[in-house]
T-cell receptor, first 110, second 116 residues
Framework: EDKVVQSPLSLVVHEGDTVTLNCSYE??????LLWYKQEKKAPTFLFML????IEKKSGRLSSILDKKELFSILNITATQTGDSAVYLC??????????FGAGTILRVKS | GAVVSQHPSWVICKSGTSVKIECRSL??????MFWYRQFPKQSLMLMAT?????????EQGVEKDKFLINHASLTLSTLTVTSAHPEDSSFYIC????????????FGSGTRLTVV
């Protein structure tokens, strides 16, 4: 059975802290791993990772994939209150299906 | 960028009635649309995949007679919750992808359904 496991389930940090969110997976027919940020409604796309060891960066966010160990991390540096959200990890498998993890709830306190 | 519009954003209905949720791709042709359900503090669970002009493929455990999906055009898919009951109350989100663009899943803003 396909599994995507995120940790921690929730996290509270102070502004300026750096956080690392984890995502491990066991999915057949892996195609890519995606990270999303969900605030109140629709998830918004952050990163798509297909190759191991290549860091993707967007501002204070970065992510990397390890296809041998079957995990990915999402880093957020110098956190801001606007980073408070649920961060979802999803694995895309053949057939255009996304398997989502349960998410990590991040709360950044000012 | 790609935009997916989902309507309504919230709906309250009486037990036993049916509710239709629409999902439209505004600036691209969505060859495939997906419907998800999300319970509070839980992740998105795929309910079904629909390809334009063909029957939807439902995930195990999802009643196709209860959750009717129609994808009659390349820009519109609808999910109808038939004979809704309080346990159907949930957050429903659609997403769309255009296989011609290779990848990319754009999500709608979701519909909060409450059945009373």
């Amino acid at each position: 059975e396909d599994k995507v496991v995120q940790s921690p389930l929730s996290l509270v940090v102070h502004e300026g802290d750096t956080v690392t969110l984890n995502c491990s997976y066991e999915v057949t027919n892996f195609r890519s791993l995606l990270w999303y940020k969900q605030e109140k409604k629709a998830p918004t796309f952050l990163f798509m990772l297909t190759s191991s060891g290549i860091e993707k960066k967007s501002g204070r966010l970065s992510s990397i994939l390890d296809k041998k160990e079957l995990f990915s991390i999402l880093n957020i540096t110098a956190t801001q209150t606007g980073d408070s959200a649920v961060y979802l990890c999803a694995v895309e498998k053949g057939g255009n299906k996304l398997v989502f993890g349960a998410g990590t709830i991040l709360r950044v306190k000012s | 960028g790609a935009v997916v519009s989902q309507h309504p954003s919230w709906v309250i209905c009486k037990s036993g009635t049916s509710v239709k949720i629409e999902c439209r791709s505004l600036d691209f042709q969505a060859t495939t649309m997906f419907w998800y359900r999300q319970f509070p503090k839980q992740s998105l669970m795929l309910m079904a995949t629909s390809n334009e002009g063909s029957k939807a493929t439902y995930e195990q455990g999802v009643e196709k007679d209860k959750f009717l999906i129609n994808h009659a055009s390349l820009t519109l898919s609808t999910l109808t919750v038939t004979s809704a009951h309080p346990e159907d109350s949930s957050f429903y989100i659609c997403s769309a992808t255009d296989s011609a663009r290779g990848y990319g899943y754009t999500f709608g803003s979701g519909t909060r359904l409450t059945v009373v």
